[in-house]
């Protein structure tokens, strides 16, 4: 089963040196971080602010090239974690076919950002993902434990 999430916030954790992408569903039971690197989550900063960019960045740039393509990304489904990996699909759809694309999570999120598709999550990711184990982390979470956000 999917669970439909959005982007509720991206951190920067000074701890890993990484920006943490966390997402949340709709109902705001469930919430997923997933860490990613500074390139994506400039990215993803970009799309969320809307900032125009004077020349196509490579997000803009795959956006482009499907629909120059006459393609349409319905939706990115983030599929599992193995070895506290996550991977994601991308579909894209024409006309008459749908087609997935292996992809990370975090260049998926910020191509659906760019043409607003949805973003789901399988529940069995979620499941995976201890909640009391996250509510503690985001409970104990305190101002000082992050950098400035984007």
């Known amino acids: 089963m999917l669970v ?3 982007v ?3 951190l920067f954790d ?3 040196s ?3 992408l966390l997402l949340k569903n709709a109902e705001g039971t469930a919430t997923l971080p997933i860490w990613i690197g500074k390139p994506e989550a400039d990215s993803i900063a970009l799309a969320l602010g809307k900032v125009a960019t004077p020349r196509p960045l490579t997000h803009d740039l795959i956006k482009n ?3 120059s393509l006459k393609m349409k990304i319905t939706r990115i489904v983030i599929t599992e974690i193995l070895d506290n990996t996550y991977y994601a699909l991308i579909f894209l759809s024409d006309s008459k076919n749908e087609l997935s694309i292996d992809s990370r999570p975090s260049d998926a999120i910020a191509l659906a ?3 607003s598709a949805p973003i789901f999550v399988e529940e069995s ?3 995976k993902r201890s909640t009391d184990e996250l509510e503690e982390w985001l409970k104990n979470l305190k101002p000082e434990d992050f950098g400035n956000v984007m």
Do not use: A, D, K, N
């Open 113 to 115: 950002l760019r043409v």
């Open 14 to 16: 000074p701890r890993s």
């Open 18 to 20: 990484m920006y943490i």
């Open 8 to 10: 509720e916030g991206l």
């Open 4 to 6: 439909r999430m959005t």
């Open 125 to 127: 990711v979620l499941e």
């Open 65 to 67: 090239m499907v629909y």
